[in-house]
């Protein structure tokens, strides 16, 4: 199994650019999640999914959109990058999203928007 | 609002020492505490968890325990390599799922040889 995959790795964008973060896993797990990290802070969830078709806003939202339309994938959108945005971006998976589930992290996506 | 409290500044241990890593927190009262481990540039990985009525847990050489009167965990590695260099970060929830989480800052660990 290849766990969670994220693309791309690192990116660059302009202000008011948009562009997708990809997250997929091979474990046929329904939950699903976003988070973003940033010096001085711990991970913060942006969105979650509970399974495909469901979807539901994290600590921090705004700016960012999502879809689940498989169990697969899980993919970020930023429609209008800002300079906020810059930080690095992990999607997470577990069997059933409740907190006796193993949590298991993607690489990573380091976005600077410039 | 609850808060999570780890040690920002690295900590520096000999090989073959007990590492104690210390995650304090305020305004909570979690039912299930866990610990990851971060690599640089990589994403976090699982260690372990426990839940608010049990005091101590183990796997291979780590060690938590969970004291919520003094609302702290400690984290403990046994017989410190430099492998076990990292950031290790405490993250605690009720029983609300993960949606619920809350992610500490994370403690860098060198481990010098």
């Known amino acids: 199994n290849a766990g969670v995959t994220q693309t791309p790795k690192f990116q660059v964008l302009k202000t008011g650019q948009s562009m997708t973060l990809q997250c997929a896993q091979d474990?046929?797990?329904?939950?699903m999640s976003w988070y973003r990290q940033d010096p001085g802070m711990g991970l913060r969830l942006i969105h979650y999914?509970?399974?495909?078709?469901?979807?539901d806003q994290g600590e921090v939202p705004n700016g960012y959109n999502v879809s689940r339309s498989t169990t697969e994938d899980f993919p970020l959108r930023l429609l209008s990058a800002a300079p906020s945005q810059t930080s690095v971006y992990f999607c997470a998976s577990s069997r059933d999203g409740v907190e006796t589930d193993t949590q298991y992290f993607g690489p990573g996506t380091r976005l600077t928007v410039l | 609002s609850q808060k999570i409290e780890q040690n920002s500044e690295a900590l520096n241990i000999q090989e073959g020492k007990t590492a104690t890593l210390t995650c304090n927190y305020t305004n909570y009262s979690p039912a299930y505490l866990q610990w990851y481990r971060q690599d640089p540039g990589r994403g976090p990985v699982f260690l372990l968890l426990i839940r608010e009525n049990e005091k101590e847990k183990r796997k291979e050489r780590l060690k938590v325990t969970f004291d919520t009167t003094l609302k702290q965990s400690l984290f403990h590695i046994t017989a410190s390599q430099p492998a076990d260099s990292a950031t290790y970060l405490c993250a605690l929830t009720d029983s609300g799922g993960y949606q619920k989480v809350t992610f500490g800052i994370g403690t860098k660990l060198q481990v010098i040889p």
């Open positions: 474990m046929n797990h329904e939950y």
């Open positions: 999914s509970v399974g495909a078709g469901i979807t």
